[in-house]
């Protein structure tokens, strides 16, 4: 088991090493949203959610990531965005320890 995580470990960061050091920061901006949404599809899972619903969570992660890079959030003051986005993901938690979720 340990083994696999370092071969992962190792692999990312031979993808994320590149991607900081690059003169665009585009390739910077794709990995973490890649991250983002992986993030967002691995909590699915944590949280019980079937297949379908995981991937859904995966994919509106992505697509929120997109929505923010493509209006400029990037540039922009994002205290607004954070806070709407750590209030959701309070929310859910909450809501979802009320379902009975372990």
């Known amino acids: 088991m340990l ?3 370092v071969i992962t470990a190792v692999v990312l960061l ?3 090493l590149p991607a900081l050091l690059a003169d665009n920061p585009v390739f910077f901006h794709a ?5 983002v949404a992986a993030g967002a599809w691995e909590w699915g899972r944590l949280n019980g959610l079937g297949t379908v619903a995981a991937l859904g969570s995966g994919a509106l992660g992505l697509a929120a990531g997109l929505l923010t890079y493509f209006m400029g959030g ?3 003051d994002c205290k ?3 806070l709407v986005a750590g209030l959701a993901w309070v929310v859910a938690g909450v809501v979802l320890l009320r379902l009975g979720v372990a």
């Open 14 to 16: 031979a993808i994320l």
């Open 74 to 76: 990037l540039q922009a």
């Open 3 to 5: 083994k696999q995580r």
């Open 31 to 35: 990995i973490v949203l890649l991250m």
């Open 80 to 82: 607004l965005l954070w």
